[in-house]
């Protein structure tokens, strides 16, 4: 899991990736029964309803009920409660809104159009940035090769033990 500084700035550098492809807000949205991998890797929490939004601030709007788990594991800073200013971020939005297309229902994909907003793929961002590790995402799978390595190496020598 990423230390709460890398998450930090690649929350930055989405934003800024983002802006630089004219997209000055976006929705990430995810389920708890279907969790998307992106959400999961841009704030540190999995087993939620919940949005994150990306703009001038980084915010994760989650239910009441599920509010302290976010709170307590989310890499986001502002974690809020769904309430008014989220259907705030929903109106009158006149540039482009990037949203994850890859794990968004049809029928939300629908339900935000209606609202007017004109929607553009983000995922090929997010998939691209988690193609690129950074230095302390490649010592953490450095560790876990280690790991990894020890046990098959204790597993060839309990095996070798076993021969008759």
Do not use: W
Not at 14 to 19: A, E, F
Not at 51 to 65: A, G, N, Q
Not at 104 to 126: E, N, R, Y
């Amino acid at each position: 899991m990423a230390t709460l500084r890398a998450a930090e700035k690649r929350l930055m550098r989405l934003r800024s990736t983002l802006r630089e492809k004219g997209i000055l807000r976006a929705f990430f949205f995810n389920s708890s029964e279907h969790p998307s991998p992106h959400f999961v890797y841009l704030t540190g929490v999995k087993d939620v309803n919940a949005c994150l939004v990306v703009d001038d601030h980084i915010r994760l709007f989650v239910s009441s009920l599920e509010l302290s788990i976010a709170q307590r594991h989310s890499f986001v800073h502002d974690v809020r409660a769904l309430d008014p200013s989220f259907q705030d971020l929903l109106k009158e939005v006149k540039e482009p809104v990037g949203v994850d297309f890859s794990y968004l229902s049809h029928a939300k994909i629908l339900d935000l159009q209606k609202k007017g907003l004109h929607l553009v793929d983000v995922a090929p961002v997010v998939e691209e940035m988690r193609m690129y590790k950074d230095e302390e995402e490649a010592d953490l799978i450095k560790k876990a090769c280690v790991i990894t390595a020890s046990i098959y190496d204790a597993l060839i020598q309990h095996m070798n033990k076993l021969k008759t």
